[in-house]
């Protein structure tokens, strides 16, 4: 059973850094991209960065670059999303999904996890 589980959200202050890690189970991430999205309440849900099999990265927010990275460790079928310098506007319901390519697109990724909540406030 293909499964994705995000985790490390919580609470944290403005300028502050949070590792979200997004960890698979029923496959191998090898072969598979691996989005991080986000969704804020009253908001359509938005690509923020992808890491694809290769390790080639896509950043889809703008207001994230030079604060938030992606990594993949494949010996522990994870992927992480490093966010630094967090400000207000991060807050959301953050995802993980999977899909052979990066896209921008979240209708076209396969699989998704349950989303952990990332808020930033003071």
């Known amino acids: 059973q293909v499964k994705l589980v995000e985790s490390g959200g919580g609470l944290v202050q403005p300028g502050g850094s949070l590792r979200l890690s997004c960890s698979a189970s029923?496959?191998?991430?090898?072969?598979?991209?691996i989005g991080w999205f986000r969704q804020a309440p009253g908001k359509e849900r938005e690509g923020v960065l992808c890491i694809n099999s290769s390790g080639g990265k896509a950043y889809y927010v703008d207001s994230v670059k030079g604060r938030f990275t992606i990594s993949r460790d494949n010996d522990r079928n994870t992927v992480y999303l490093q966010m630094n310098s967090l400000k207000p506007e991060d807050t959301a319901v953050y995802y993980c999904a999977i899909r052979r390519r990066c896209l921008s697109s979240w209708q076209l990724y396969d699989y998704w996890g349950q989303g952990t909540q990332v808020t930033v406030s003071s």
């Open positions: 029923g496959f191998t991430l090898d072969y598979y991209a």
